[in-house]
């Protein structure tokens, strides 16, 4: 009979290295998943998970190393501890950055055996983090081609014409001042953070514009960006 094995994580923005880790796990017997709440989450982190445990829950079940995960209903660093006295494992497993000796104490109590992994990543894939991975800016810039609104009947003076706008999410990194309508974009990502919440563009653009232009302004910013 396979050794039950259970891991814990909140697994949010699931990546390569999750699953890296799975594998490696299951080399060990059969993988059990504690997956952190919400609660848990913003308990330690300050802030809430991009994916909810639910969907967490649900990606992670779908992973083939993974025989089962569920959803730990403590709080804190040992959020799983319940469910690790109710599954009874008979091992522990943790990757080097989620070593503690909390965990390692919980199991020594209960007679499971501990084992810490090293975090590498999977053959020549690149190391992941959800940390990291959330810090990726996805903020759309803008570009204008033949000049923007106020620019056209400069520019129509030499070579009239259309104007044509393009929103692009960005895959390099740009100058600040490379007309790519930085000023605004940068009132968004401090309005906003890494990327446009899922709303009516119609609503965003109208706060983001209130943001960008307060009370007293006189020189109007961003018409063409909202």
């Not at 504690?34 to 982190?45: M, N, P, V």
């Not at 190391?127 to 570009?143: A, F, G, N, V, W």
């Not at 081609?145 to 520019?155: K, M, T």
């Amino acid at each position: 009979m396979a050794k039950k094995v259970l891991v814990s994580g909140f697994f949010d923005l699931l990546h390569s290295g999750h699953i890296a880790f799975f594998r490696e796990v299951a080399n060990y017997g059969d993988v059990y998943v504690a997956i952190g709440s919400d609660r848990t989450y913003f308990y330690l982190k300050g802030r809430l998970p991009v994916n909810t445990a639910e969907e967490r829950l649900f990606m992670v079940k779908a992973v083939s190393y993974v025989k089962d995960a569920f959803i730990s209903q403590g709080t804190g660093i040992l959020d799983y501890e319940a469910e690790i006295r109710r599954l009874k494992p008979d091992i522990f497993i943790v990757n080097d950055d989620g070593n503690f000796p909390a965990k390692r104490q919980l199991c020594a109590e209960l007679g499971i055996e501990y084992i810490v992994l090293k975090r590498d990543p999977h053959a020549n894939l690149p190391r992941r983090s959800s940390t990291d991975m959330r810090s990726i800016e996805l903020m759309p810039y803008r570009i204008d081609l033949a000049g923007g609104w106020l620019d056209q009947p400069y520019v129509s003076k030499y070579y009239p014409g259309s104007v044509i706008t393009l929103s692009i999410e960005p895959t390099v990194d740009f100058n600040e001042r490379s007309g790519m309508a930085t000023s605004t974009r940068i009132k968004a990502l401090d309005l906003w953070g890494s990327r446009l919440p899922t709303d009516d563009p119609e609503k965003l653009a109208y706060i983001l514009f209130c943001y960008d232009n307060p009370p007293g302004t006189e020189i109007i910013s961003g018409s063409q960006d909202a």
